[in-house]
Structure formats: structure tokens, C-alpha cells
């Protein structure tokens, strides 16, 4: 399986995007807002699972799942395939 197909399922441990990330989002509050850079210097942030581009840009992500702090962001997808594993 390559890196694309593998992980289908929200309760694969063996996903490539799962990377030790329980340690500090297991059940977790999520909200779902809108990109808004943390200050003048901060540009993007990334999906916390598949690295995917959250900025004000065009072609970048605009809106997803991120910690109540903003400090970790998870796009739609990703959200939607680790729910169940995290408890969100």
C-alpha cells in the first residue's frame, strides 16, 4: 500500500500520518475556525497529521480543526479519519 491509500481506516495506528500525536491531542476540545496568522512574523501552520499548508494565501488551507489555543491545527480530512482513535 502506498502512502496516499494506506490509512483508511480512523483507527490505524500503522497510518503514516500518525506519529506519536496522542501524546497531547487524545481527546482534546477542538474548534472548527478560520485561519488567522498568530502575529506579523507567523505566515502558516501545518496539519499536525499530514502537514498540509493552513495560511491566508491562496491555494492554502483556510479553515479546520486546531487546539483551543491554536496552537496545533488538523485539517478536515485528517480530523475525519482520527476521530474515533483520538476521542475527539
Keep these: ?22 501524546k497531547y491531542l487524545l481527546g482534546v476540545a477542538l474548534q472548527y475556525v478560520p485561519y488567522a496568522r498568530m502575529s506579523k512574523e507567523w505566515s502558516h501552520d501545518h496539519c499536525v497529521f499530514c502537514s498540509d499548508r493552513f495560511s491566508e494565501y491562496d491555494g492554502d488551507l483556510h479553515e479546520g480543526y486546531c487546539t483551543m489555543d491554536k496552537k496545533h491545527w488538523i485539517c478536515e480530512k485528517c480530523f475525519n479519519d482520527f476521530k474515533d482513535l483520538f476521542k475527539w
Excluded at 480512523?10 to 503514516?16: I, V
Design 1 to 22: 500500500m502506498d502512502r496516499m491509500t494506506k490509512g483508511k481506516n480512523s483507527n490505524d495506528r500503522n497510518d503514516w500520518r500518525f506519529m506519536g500525536q496522542d
